[in-house]
């Protein structure tokens, strides 16, 4: 499953993105981890974004070890190159996932839902960023065994149980309407419970499964857009960001469901 995405900046930019391209003089800054460190506003304002979306970076301006893992675990989140580089691409990706969080424009004032989205694509990230220690298996007794165990790994599990557990950690109801605290849930769940939606219509942490019921693979959504990029786990090489056009090429001629939540402001349990 393809890990790479197009790095095209858009019209929308995080201000750690602009902050980034101000200290060049306008040109896209390259930072990486040196020696000596580099340090300055443009590494700050990295940082602060980076912090911002759920990774763990102190805004210190000066890129260290720390700066340089939160950079790769984005940019593995984020579908690219995971070399620690911050140039046009990662800046780009940085533009796209900020313009994607849930009140973005009017943060202050985010609502119940927007909270909730916003928490659910911090986890879905987090959980792309630890690949190498969340495996796959369909194994009915131990995919949903870490249920109780949020952002610890390694743990193994599969498409629609890695949503479920990330709605869960991130204490958004259960996409099957089955309960947070029960170790059950599948496509058809997902299909039979969440509210169908057309594409025009899906935000940040919505769901999609491929195949008609009940379901041949489920995804969330991390950013929307013409080419949504999509929280995948459905193999050891995973969980990925991908795009949703490569994703349609793993499963040519299957039907595309969008899905939401029934009610995003229900009570979490």
Same mark, same amino acid.
């Given at each position: 499953?393809?890990?790479? &995405?197009? +790095?095209?900046?858009?019209?929308?930019?995080?201000?750690?993105?602009?902050?980034?391209?101000? @200290?060049?003089?306008?040109?896209?800054?390259?930072?990486? %981890?040196?020696?000596?460190?580099?340090?300055?506003?443009?590494?700050?304002?990295?940082?602060?974004?980076?912090?911002?979306?759920?990774?763990? $970076?102190?805004?210190? +301006?000066?890129?260290?070890?720390?700066?340089?893992? @939160? $950079?790769?675990?984005?940019?593995?989140?984020?579908? =690219?190159?995971?070399?620690?580089?911050? +140039?046009?691409?990662?800046?780009?990706? %940085?533009? &796209?996932?900020? @313009?994607?969080?849930?009140?973005?424009?009017?943060?202050?004032?985010?609502?119940?839902?927007?909270?909730?989205?916003?928490?659910?694509?911090?986890?879905?990230?987090?959980?792309?960023?630890?690949?190498?220690?969340? !495996? #796959?298996?369909?194994?009915?007794?131990?995919?949903?065994?870490?249920?109780?165990?949020? #952002?610890?790994?390694?743990?193994?599990?599969?498409?629609?149980?890695?949503?479920?557990?990330?709605?869960?950690?991130?204490?958004v109801p259960d996409p099957n309407g089955l309960g947070l605290a029960v170790p059950e849930g599948y496509t058809g769940t997902m299909l039979t419970f969440c509210k169908h939606i057309k594409r025009a219509a899906i935000q940040p942490g919505?769901?999609?499964? %491929?195949?008609?019921?009940?379901?041949?693979?489920?995804?969330?959504?991390?950013?929307?857009?013409?080419?949504?990029?999509?929280?995948? !786990?459905?193999?050891?090489?995973?969980? $990925?960001?991908?795009?949703?056009?490569?994703? =349609?090429? #793993? !499963?040519?001629?299957?039907? $595309?469901?969008? =899905?939401?939540?029934?009610?995003?402001?229900?009570?979490?349990?």
């Amino acid at each position: 499953m393809s890990q790479t &995405r197009s +790095g095209q900046a858009t019209a929308a930019r995080p201000k750690g993105a602009r902050s980034a391209r101000a @200290a060049t003089g306008g040109a896209p800054a390259v930072l990486k %981890l040196a020696k000596p460190f580099q340090q300055g506003p443009a590494v700050k304002a990295v940082q602060a974004e980076l912090a911002r979306l759920g990774f763990a $970076v102190q805004a210190d +301006g000066a890129f260290g070890p720390g700066t340089d893992a @939160a $950079v790769r675990a984005f940019q593995k989140s984020a579908g =690219l190159d995971s070399d620690g580089v911050v +140039g046009p691409a990662t800046l780009a990706a %940085l533009s &796209r996932a900020a @313009a994607s969080q849930p009140g973005a424009q009017h943060p202050a004032g985010l609502p119940v839902e927007g909270q909730r989205r916003a928490a659910l694509v911090k986890v879905l990230r987090w959980m792309i960023s630890q690949e190498p220690s969340i !495996h #796959y298996t369909q194994d009915h007794g131990t995919r949903l065994a870490a249920l109780g165990a949020p #952002y610890t790994s390694p743990f193994s599990t599969d498409c629609s149980a890695s949503i479920k557990l990330a709605c869960a950690w991130a204490q958004v109801p259960d996409p099957n309407g089955l309960g947070l605290a029960v170790p059950e849930g599948y496509t058809g769940t997902m299909l039979t419970f969440c509210k169908h939606i057309k594409r025009a219509a899906i935000q940040p942490g919505d769901f999609l499964v %491929l195949g008609n019921w009940p379901g041949e693979h489920a995804c969330a959504v991390l950013e929307v857009g013409a080419d949504p990029l999509l929280f995948s !786990h459905g193999g050891e090489k995973g969980p $990925v960001a991908v795009s949703l056009s490569d994703e =349609l090429s #793993y !499963h040519k001629g299957q039907a $595309v469901q969008w =899905l939401t939540l029934p009610d995003w402001t229900a009570p979490a349990t």
